[in-house]
C-alpha cells in the first residue's frame, strides 16, 4: 500500500498540479517621511497604529522611513509600530528611491497599497517617472501631507563668482538672497575668513541680487562666504554659501583684430586692469601652437577666415584643443558666417556652427552676376571673374536662383534666372563666357532689374567691371527703380583703371556695398563674402536686449543693455547658450573643446552695435568673466578637472590630454575642511574623458588632486576645488510639496487621506492566486519511502484476510497429518507429568 501511494505521489508531482485559492487580502507599506523638513511636523506612530485597529486578519502592512535612503521600520506583520526613530540621512528628501524600496517589498501575489506620509518638498530623484511603473504594477498610493509651518524665512541662495581669477583683478561677486518676509539684515562677505564687505541690506520677499565688486588676493584656491544676518529668521543653517576662486598668475592675452583699431578697446580693457596684453592683426598672428603657448586667451575681434592662412587657423585649433588654451571669437561684418568660418578650423574650435538654423523661415536669394566681358578683362582678370562666379554658385542653396549677365558694348544673358539645383549647368554656363570689345554697364545693369523684378526672394545685384562707362546714362532713375522693388546692388571695382568714385556711387544709391580690389586674385574671396551677406542669413541688424540664459551673465538680468545687431549662428549640440538674442540666436556661448575652452560672442565689442553696452556699469565685469572662463583653470597641460554637484555627491569629470597606458590609472584624492578623505579610481567615459562620482558630500569645502599615474611613474597631476552649499532640506521651497503629492496618488489611483480608519477602507477585489503543490506531493513522497522500508523490514505490514478454498485430497492430507503430530506431542507431554509424579 506505502509503494503505490510513494509512486502516486511521484507521478502527481511530475504532473505539477496547482492549487488555486481565493485571497482577499491586502500589502500596505507605509512610507514615512524623517527629512529635516517635517521635522516639526506630528509624530504619525499613534495614526499609522490606530489605521491598524480597523485591518482585516487578512491584511498585513509593513512600516519603511525615508529621507536620502530608506529603513524598514516593521517588516510585515500583524504587530503595532513601536515608533519612528531611524538612522536615514535626513538632509535629503528621495520619495522615488522610497517608492521603489516599498514596491520591492510587496509580494507577488498580493493586493499592494502604499501610504505616502510626507510634506513632498522631494529634492533628490523624481517620484513621477516612477509613477508609471506602480500604475502598471496595480499598486495605488495613497498620500498624507504632512503640514510644515515654514515662518519667516531668509536664505543665501546663491554665491557666484568667477571660477578663475588673478591678483588685483576686480571680481564681480553676486549674492542673491531669497526671503518669504520683507526685513532687514547684516550682509558679510569673507575672503578666506577675513571680512571684505558688510553692511545693512534691506530685504525684499522673493529673490533680491546684490552684486559687489572684490579684488581678488592670495594664490591658489580662495575660499569665498557670505553670511546674512536677518532681522526675521527661522532657520540659521541656511544664512551662509561658499564658493571658491582659483587665485593665477595674470594672464598674458592677445588680442588679434581683424582691421585696424576694431580690438582697441579690448586691449585697453585688458590693459587697465593689469593684464600683459599683445596687439596685433591677422598678418602677425604666429602660425603654429608652439608659439601660440606664451598666451593664455586669445580674442579674435571681427577676424576673417579669408584673412588667415590654413596653418594659422589650425594653430588656433590645437591652441584649444591640445594646449588647453582659451579663444574667444568677437563679431562684425567680418566674422562668424559673413567672415566665412563655414568647414574650417575656426567653425570646428567654436561653439557655433555656421548653419543658421531658421533658414527656413527665409524666402531664398535670387542674385544676378553682372560682369565685365570688354577687353581689358581678358586673360587673367576674365579666368578669375568666372572663377569667383563659381565660388559664390557653390554657396548657393537649392531654394537660391542664380542668373548671369556679361557685357562689353552689348550684354549677353549668358544663363537666365535658374534654381540652383542642378550646379553642373549652371557651371559650364560661367565657363562659356568669352572675352569682347569696349565698355558700356547701363543696358546690362538695366537687363539685370528687370530680370528680378517679380518675386518674394531677396533680389540682389553684384556688378564687376574693371573700366569705365563709355556713354552718358542716367543711373539715378534705375536704382531708384530697383530701391523701389527692394533690389540692392553691389559693386566690385577692379583694378587701378576702375572707375572707383563711379561704382561707388551705385552702391550707395542702391543700398548695397562697394569693394575696390586691386588684384584679380583676390576677386574669389570677394565674391565669396558678398553672396553671404547678400543671402541675408547671417547679418541681423535690429535693434534688441538680450535674453539672460545662463547664471554667468545674471549681473546683466534686469539691466540688459540695448544692442544694435548681430551675426546670426547656431549652437552646437554640447555647447551652451549663455545669452540668447530676440529670435533665440545664441548671442554669447561656450564650451570646452578639447583641453581648452572657447567661446562665442557674435555681437560687436568696439561700438558698431554696442555703444550703450560699452557705457555699461557690467561692461568691464563681462570680458573679465569671460577671460576667467576660457583661461586654462589645471595645474599642467595633462589634465583638465571639472566637478559638478549632482543629487547630493560631486561628479568628478577628467580629460587627459593622453589616453592611459596599460598598467595606468587615474585616480582622485579628495579632502573636505574637516579633513574627511575619501579617494576614487576614474573611469573612461568616452571622448577623453574620465569620471567618478564622490557621495554623499556635505556642506563645506573640498580640495582635490588627481593623478595618472603608472609602473612608470606619475605622468599628469592637477589640482581643483570645489564648495558644497548648505542641504536641500533648508531651501526655501519654490512651490508647495502637495502639488507632487496630488499628481502621484491621481496618477496611481490613490486617494488623499484625512483620518487612519480610511487606510484598509479601500474596496479590495478578490485575487485568484494560483500555487503550485508539487513540492509538497514530493515532500510527501520522501516520508513515505522510509516508511515502506520500515515495515517490510520489521514485518510490521498487516496481512490480508484469507479467502477460504475448497480442500482437495492434498490439503486434507496435509491436515490429516498435522492433527496427528500434535496429537503425539500431547501424549508425550502426559507421559513426561506421570514420572514426576
Known sequence: LCRGLFFLLLILALARPQLVQTFSGRSVIFLVDRSRSVETG???????????EHRRPEDQSAVLAFGRETQLLKPFSMEKLPGLDSSVDNEFTAVEEALKAAYSLIPADSQGRIVLISDGQENLGKALDFAGVLEGGGIPVDVLPVPVETGDEVAVQDLSVPRNSYPGQDLLVEIVLQSTVNTRGRLSLFWE?????????????????????????GEGFQKLQVQIEPEHDTLAQNNRFYALTNVQAPPRVLVVEGATGKGLPLYQLFRDHGLEVGYCLPAQLPDNPAALAQY?????????????????????ELFVQVLGGGVVAVGGKNSFGLGLYQE???????????????????????????????????????????NAALVALDLLKERDRLAVISFDDRFQVELPLTEVKE??????????????????????????????????KTRHIILLSDGMEGQSYNYTALLEKAAEKGISVSTIALGADADRKFMASLAEQANGRYYYVPESADLPQVFLQETVMAGGDYLVEEEFRPRVNHPFAEALSGNEPLLGGYVASTLKPLAEALLLTHRDHPLLSRWQYGLGRAAAYTSDSWGLWSREFMAHPHWSSFWLDLLSWVTPQFSDEKIALDVQLADGGAEITAILAEPLEEGEKLTVSVVSEKMEQHQLELRPAGGGRYRGRLEPVREGVY????????????????????????????????????ALLAEL??????????????????????????????????????ILWPLDIALRRFGLAPSLPARKKKRGPAARKKTTGTEEEAHLQRLLEAKKKGRRG
Open 42 to 52: 506630528p509624530d504619525y506612530t499613534g495614526w499609522i497604529n490606530e489605521s491598524l
Open 193 to 217: 575668513g577675513k571680512p571684505v564687505y558688510s553692511s545693512e541690506v534691506g530685504i525684499a520677499a522673493g529673490t533680491q541680487r546684490f552684486p559687489l565688486a572684490v579684488k581678488a588676493a
Open 296 to 316: 593664455r586667451a586669445l580674442f579674435l575681434v571681427d577676424l576673417p577666415a579669408y584673412a588667415l592662412s590654413e596653418e594659422q587657423m589650425q594653430s588656433l
Open 344 to 386: 574650417t578650423p575656426l567653425e570646428r574650435l567654436l561653439p557655433v556652427s555656421m548653419e543658421v538654423e531658421d533658414k527656413e523661415e527665409l524666402p531664398g536669394l535670387d542674385l544676378v552676376l553682372v560682369i565685365d566681358r570688354s577687353g581689358s578683362m581678358s586673360g587673367e582678370k576674365l579666368n578669375m571673374a568666372k
Open 423 to 456: 550646379k553642373s549647368g549652371i557651371s559650364q554656363a560661367i565657363k562659356g563666357i568669352s572675352e569682347g570689345g569696349g565698355t558700356i554697364i547701363y543696358p546690362a545693369l538695366e537687363k539685370a532689374v528687370q530680370l528680378l523684378e517679380e518675386g518674394e
Open 703 to 738: 580640495m582635490l588632486t588627481a593623478v595618472q599615474a603608472g609602473e612608470q611613474g606619475t605622468r599628469g597631476r592637477a589640482f581643483s576645488g570645489f564648495a558644497v552649499p548648505y542641504a536641500p532640506e533648508f531651501q526655501i521651497p519654490a512651490s508647495s510639496g502637495e
Open 745 to 782: 496618488s491621481s496618477r496611481t489611483g490613490g486617494r488623499e487621506l484625512h483620518s487612519p480608519r480610511e487606510v484598509f477602507q479601500a474596496p479590495v477585489e478578490p485575487l485568484k492566486r494560483s500555487r503550485e503543490i508539487a513540492s509538497w506531493l514530493l515532500a510527501a513522497a520522501i
